[in-house]
């Protein structure tokens, strides 16, 4: 997955094309665990600690060809999506 914002490009090996709609399971490439939201269910969330003072959420959509992600941070919603 591509680290800037909006930037919807991904490596994926073996190489693998998504269907339109299908849901897509994300998981940590450390400890393995699923990366999906609780509150969200069809996006995945990543928690970015900055510094320990700067934290915020980033939540992407999971289903392929919706391309959208958000930015929480305590001062609002950042948006952005591709159509």
Do not use: W
């Not at 940590?28 to 665990?33: H, M």
Request: negative net charge.
């Amino acid at each position: 997955m591509a680290t800037s914002f909006g930037n919807y490009e991904y490596l994926h090996e073996p190489k693998v094309d998504f269907s339109p709609g299908e849901i897509v399971a994300f998981n940590c490439p450390s400890c393995k665990q699923h990366v999906h939201s609780e509150k969200y269910r069809d996006y995945a969330i990543l928690k970015m600690h900055v510094t320990e003072k700067i934290v915020f959420d980033v939540l992407f959509s999971r289903e392929a060809g919706k391309r959208r992600t958000y930015i929480v941070t305590e001062d609002g919603i950042e948006s952005y999506s591709e159509f």
